[in-house]
């Protein structure tokens, strides 16, 4: 079995791959609706953020592990970083990603009661942000 580092490594570099093949095929499209300078739904900056990922920890338990990970994120105009925390689970002879949270970008993960997007959770699911 690969260990979690491996693992991630090879998700991150076949997620980057997935999407330059999907940026790719939207270029017809793009090219038929929006003049070359609108980044509205454009990705652009998706593949940098992609490239930007790595992993700062590591926390295994019994079956499943924690993968704190962090990306450089375009954010309001500058340059921010963003982290997440994957939850790996253990199947037969390889890991598969479980689920995927997001540091508040609010107060930056620290879980403040008083933030008012996170209110003090700071690691958020998909459908909260």
């Known amino acids: 079995m690969k260990d979690v580092k491996d693992f991630m490594r090879d998700f991150f570099r076949s997620r980057i791959a997935e999407e330059e093949k999907y940026q790719k095929n939207r270029e017809p499209f793009r090219r038929e609706f929006f003049t070359e300078d609108c980044r509205f739904d454009s990705h652009a900056d998706t593949l940098r953020r992609m ?9 295994e338990g019994e079956g499943h592990c924690k993968v704190i990970t962090e990306q450089t994120v375009n954010y309001k105009g ?9 939850t790996l689970q253990h199947l037969s002879d ?13 107060c930056e993960g620290r879980g403040d009661k008083d933030c008012p997007f996170c209110k003090g959770n700071p690691w958020l699911a998909p459908e909260m942000i």
């Open 51 to 59: 490239q930007s990922e790595k992993v700062l920890s590591i926390e």
């Open 94 to 106: 390889r890991w598969l990603i479980q689920n995927v949270k997001t540091a508040c970008l609010v």
């Open 78 to 86: 500058s340059c921010r970083k963003m982290r997440l925390r994957y």
